[in-house]
């Protein structure tokens, strides 16, 4: 790790700052010649750690623009490493620019998770809180960056390491008395034996469990709306994206296809699919579309099916809620503010849940949130509690729970303290995985590849 690397740390595009950041030993170095400070006092080289610096930054020879160079000294950075940061007015052409000159300067172009691969190797922070530095930056939804970032303030971390320290006590106890029987180690007593497996598999049972809902709050879910044509369908995608995504017309088979539009539903990310009407058709170009929403319709992680409750039930009606039975679906009865014509009665049964709605008023949304976020098990999620952020993780929890209830079975099926040792030491192995105290190198890559660059 000699060398400096340098990269955008801001989003790409414009913006009112383009934070450049350098990173490594030769940080102070490099900013010497890509910056000048405004008061011929003050020497780059001699810039104590936590200060900033105004001047001008210069590339080949001529002066790009003026801005701040905010220093850190090593090891107290990001990385743990010399670094600088150097704020320039937002647009891409004087950040590049810039970025330009300091590799012309000595300094390389940083890889994908880079600096927060340094920071990890320089002990700054654990294989999760890389992770879910890396979960933030992608995260989508408010609640789901708290999610990310509850993971980034270790604990997660802190959990796990609970659950190591309980079986590293464990594991010594029963290598003492496995490899010394003749000395006088006092037997472990087989309920606290017992007691600490149950404790440890439960834990880990319970991450295992936090990882589906984690998941929809990070990454949100696939909705499609169904139902036949001129139901409201598009009115309602309008009414939950917030403004006209989908054609509105009274002539039915109006949307032929698929349209999407990401919006954000009781708090999770939801990607919605606004489909053609199903029913039957001549048309080849609508007959398409159908057989495309109900692919979506069987793909979706949340289906909205949607029915006029101004007009009596349809034969196509009672299809759509056959269709629906043993999906995640919700019924959305439509048109909540003309006369009621619908009967209900084909829908029990089929549906998590049946709501009376306006879309064209924007009426019964509440409920509709509070109904999405029971469907898809995040209603009583804690945004604040510790959660596996990636699969990585996921997998090495499955095999440390998996190591745990064998050793519980061997401990009830009288197999001997040996292989309980067996099974705690691989539960141990798993849980270190998770935390990537002995992450190999294979596993820094594998994280550490999925960063976009410049974080
Ligand atoms: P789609 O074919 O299912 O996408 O249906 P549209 O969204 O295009 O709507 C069909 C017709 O129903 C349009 O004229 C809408 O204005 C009307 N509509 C939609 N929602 C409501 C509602 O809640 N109340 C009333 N009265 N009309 C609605
Ligand atoms: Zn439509």
Not at 367 to 381: C, I, K
């Amino acid at each position: 790790m000699e060398s400096t690397i340098v990269a955008l740390a801001t989003p790409p595009g414009a913006g009112g700052i383009a934070v450049v950041r350098l990173s490594g030993p030769e940080s102070y170095r490099i900013t010497e010649q890509v910056f000048q400070p405004i008061n011929p006092n003050k020497k780059v080289s001699e810039a104590k750690g936590y200060t900033a610096l105004f001047g001008h930054f210069i590339a080949r020879g001529e002066t790009l623009d003026e801005g701040v160079a905010l220093f850190f000294r090593a090891p107290r950075s990001y990385t743990g490493e010399d670094v600088v940061e150097l704020s320039c007015h937002g647009g891409m052409v004087i950040a590049q620019e810039l970025i330009t000159a300091c590799i012309a300067a000595g300094a390389a172009p940083a890889g994908p998770g880079e600096y927060t691969k340094r920071a990890f190797l320089n002990g700054r922070m654990s294989l999760t809180q890389a992770e879910a530095v890396m979960d933030l930056i992608g995260a989508a939804g408010r609640q789901g960056a708290a999610l990310a970032e509850s993971a980034l303030n270790g604990a997660l971390a802190r959990q796990i390491e609970g659950y190591k320290s309980q079986l590293v006590a464990l594991a010594g106890h029963l290598a003492a008395w496995v490899d010394f029987p003749e000395e006088d180690v006092p037997e472990l007593e087989e309920d606290t034996l017992r007691g600490t497996l149950d404790e440890v598999c439960a834990g880990v049972r319970g991450l295992i469990g936090s990882y589906g809902g984690g998941a929809v709050l990070r990454q949100g879910v696939d909705a499609a709306i169904v139902g036949s044509p001129n139901v409201g369908k598009s009115t309602l995608m309008n009414l939950l994206a917030g403004f006209d995504r989908a054609i509105v017309t009274p002539i039915a088979g109006t949307t032929r296809d698929v349209v999407e539009q990401a919006v954000m539903l009781g708090g999770v990310r939801v990607n919605l699919f606004d489909t053609a009407g199903l029913r039957e058709t001549g048309d080849v170009v609508e007959a398409e579309g159908i057989r495309r929403s109900r692919r979506k319709l069987e793909e979706a992680g949340l289906v909205l099916a949607v029915f006029d409750g101004s007009t009596p039930a349809t034969e196509e009606d009672k299809e759509l809620a056959q269709l629906c039975a043993g999906r995640p679906a919700i019924a959305l009865v439509n048109k909540n503010d003309l006369e009621q014509r619908f009967d209900e009665s084909i829908l029990e049964g089929k549906f998590f849940r049946v709501l009376r709605i306006a879309a064209g008023k924007g009426g019964g949304m509440p409920e509709l949130e509070q109904a999405v976020r029971e469907l898809l098990g995040v209603a009583n999620l804690d945004p604040g509690a510790p959660c596996l952020v990636s699969q990585r993780q996921l997998a090495a929890a499955v095999s440390a729970r998996d190591a745990l209830q064998e050793g519980i079975q061997a401990l009830d099926g009288g197999f001997g303290l040996d292989a309980v040792s067996v099974c705690v030491d691989d539960a141990l192995a798993a849980l270190c995985r998770l935390t990537g105290e002995d992450a190999s190198e294979s596993v820094i890559e594998e994280v550490f590849s999925k960063f976009c660059v410049g974080k």
